[in-house]
Structure formats: structure tokens, C-alpha cells
């Protein structure tokens, strides 16, 4: 089953500023001093069950800080379903619903350090095929981002979207299969701390950076280092930005906020030092809260810690 919903007062599939295709989850965090050795037991501090995915994420964040924003994803016919309908208030939604399955689930642990890893299941009716979407929804928009899950829906909105000018922002965690042609068609590659070494062979991350950007054309390729920052090639030059230092209590979700700071400040053409100092920043204040979701701070937040906040040494391989 199909279905769309959209804010008050707002067309559904009419100009947006963000559209995003890709993940939402359930996570489940598990909170526990430190993670179990194999075989061990552990206390669990605490359960605590909370949105996230991706890009799911990242368009509420965007939507919390006034921009118009529309979501294309699956879910199931669960409550899961239906607390995720209820974290889209303000964001248009063209969600397929399908019967007789659970939303995706995330378990994850949280140690006392904040870190987590991640136990995830997404039944595969859950999948984005192309032939699903919709051409207007990418492209009556002003940026999109896509997490690459379902490469070949992601590639295909790409495309679209290139092909209407409309600016492509990527945020890719695995060298998944065929993933070339959504790379070709990507303007903004932000991917974890691994990709580059595993896509291009290369151990080097600034070289890899570099292949990367140059193989597939991007207007930048970046990585985002957790409490090392984030580093970033345009094609001429390196650009840096150390993380913030703040009393992180779970690192869940920290990366979808920064592809969200990323792309407020894409769209507001910000200098890119500045684009990326706020991302970074978004990112460390969510930290503080536990869930992917957990502190989504307001732009003046934000920007406060960005002027007066203390950072993480530079990245050692600068």
C-alpha cells in the first residue's frame, strides 16, 4: 500500500528543499558499562527504544531547523510504523506500507565511553526498487540525499536528480554491490572512515580522498573521523575540521546528523569550512543525548557551540 502525507498547508510532492531516499529504523539501545566479552554476561544499565536510519534522520533534523523536506521510504504495518508516522509531523512522507511486516530494527549497544555497535534487520520487502519512485519527488527539490541500502533506487534517483541539476549528497558506509553508477551521479560523497581504503585499494586516506573525488567526479569527497573530525578533498585542496569536545553519551546516530548539518549548510551556501564546522557541531551536541535522535540542538545551539566550544586535537595523519 501506498501512501503520502505531508504538513499542514503544504502540496504533497510540490518543492522541497530536501528529499531523502533511503533507511529508517527501530533502535532498541542497550546501555552497558562495557561491551561483553564473547561468552561473558553484562548488566544492561538500561533499554530504551528510539527512532533512527539514516536519511530518515538526517530529513527530520533538516525539517526540525525549518527546512521543507520530504521522506521516500517503507515501513511496515507495526507500531513501529506507526511511531515513525508520528516523528514525521512537519515532514512530507511518501512511505509504501507493507502488510504483514515488521519496520526495520536496529539493537544497539552503547558502552560507557558512548561508542555502539550495531545489530541490524531489515526484512527485504523493506527494499527500495527503482521502479517505486517517483521522478518528481527528487526532482522538485533543491538536494538530495541518499544512504545507497538499495543501490540501485538510490542510483536511479541520482540520476534524476542530475539530470535536473538537482545537487546529490551520499552517505555511504559499505562498498555495496553496483555501486558505481549512484557514485558516478553523487555531487557530495561523505562516506565513514573505511570506505576510501576499501573502494579504491589505497591504505593512504588522503589518497584515497583523492582517487576517490577524481574516479567518480564528485565535487567532494569527505570522511567523517568520529572524534577526529572530518576531512574533506574538493579536488584542489584538503579541507579540515576538528570534532568538539563534548560529554558524549551515545555516538548513535552522529553521522546522520552531520550529512544533516552538511546539507543546511550546502543550502544556505555557506563557505565549506564553515558548512563543515556546523556539521561537526550538530553531530558532537547529538552525541550528548542517547539515540540517533537523542539532542537534535536548534540552529543557535549549534552555532553557540561552534564559537565557543573546545575541539579534539587534529587528525594525526594530517
Not at 552531520?258 to 550546502?266: P, T
Request: with cysteine; proline share 4%.
Amino acid at each position: 500500500m501506498n501512501e503520502s502525507s505531508g504538513a499542514p498547508g503544504h502540496m504533497n510532492s510540490g518543492p522541497v528543499d530536501l528529499v531523502g531516499v533511503g533507511l529508517n529504523a527501530t533502535d532498541t539501545l542497550i546501555s552497558v558499562s562495557k561491551f561483553p566479552a564473547p561468552g561473558s554476561k553484562a548488566d544492561v544499565h538500561s533499554l530504551k527504544v528510539t527512532l533512527g536510519g539514516q536519511v530518515a534522520t538526517a530529513v527530520v533534523a533538516c525539517a526540525r531547523w525549518g527546512l521543507r523536506t520530504r521522506y521516500v521510504g517503507k515501513l511496515g504495518d507495526d507500531t513501529a510504523a506507526d511511531m515513525h508516522r508520528a516523528a514525521f509531523a512537519g515532514v512530507e512522507t511518501q512511505i509504501t506500507a507493507v502488510p504483514n511486516c515488521h519496520s526495520a530494527q536496529s539493537h544497539i549497544i552503547v558502552d560507557g565511553e558512548g561508542e555502539r555497535s550495531v545489530l541490524w534487520h531489515r526484512d527485504p520487502r523493506l527494499a527500495i526498487a527503482p521502479e517505486e519512485l517517483k521522478r518528481e519527488w527528487v526532482t522538485a527539490a533543491r538536494a538530495l540525499l541518499v544512504d545507497g541500502c538499495d543501490t540501485a533506487a538510490a542510483a536511479q534517483a541520482a540520476l534524476w536528480a542530475r539530470e535536473a541539476g538537482v545537487p546529490v549528497v551520499a552517505d555511504l558506509d559499505d562498498v555495496y554491490v553496483n555501486v558505481g553508477p549512484l557514485l558516478e551521479n553523487t555531487d557530495y560523497l561523505i562516506v565513514s572512515r573505511d570506505f576510501p581504503a576499501r573502494i579504491s585499494e589505497k591504505p593512504d586516506l588522503r589518497e584515497a580522498l583523492q582517487w576517490l573525488q577524481q574516479r567518480f567526479g564528485s565535487r567532494l569527497a569527505a570522511v567523517t573521523l568520529g572524534t577526529e573530525g572530518v576531512l574533506a578533498w574538493d579536488g584542489r585542496q584538503f579541507h579540515y575540521s576538528a570534532a568538539f569536545r563534548v560529554p558524549a553519551m551515545d555516538t548513535t546516530g552522529a553521522g546522520d546528523i552531520f550529512h544533516a548539518g552538511f546539507i543546511f549548510g550546502l543550502l544556505h551556501d555557506w563557505p565549506l569550512p564553515r558548512t563543515l564546522d556546523f556539521a561537526c557541531a550538530a553531530a558532537a551536541l547529538n552525541c550528548t543525548a542517547a539515540g540517533a535522535r537523542g539532542n537534535i540542538a536548534s540552529v543557535a545551539e549549534i552555532e553557540k557551540l561552534m564559537s565557543n566550544g573546545l575541539r579534539y586535537a587534529a587528525f594525526q595523519q594530517l
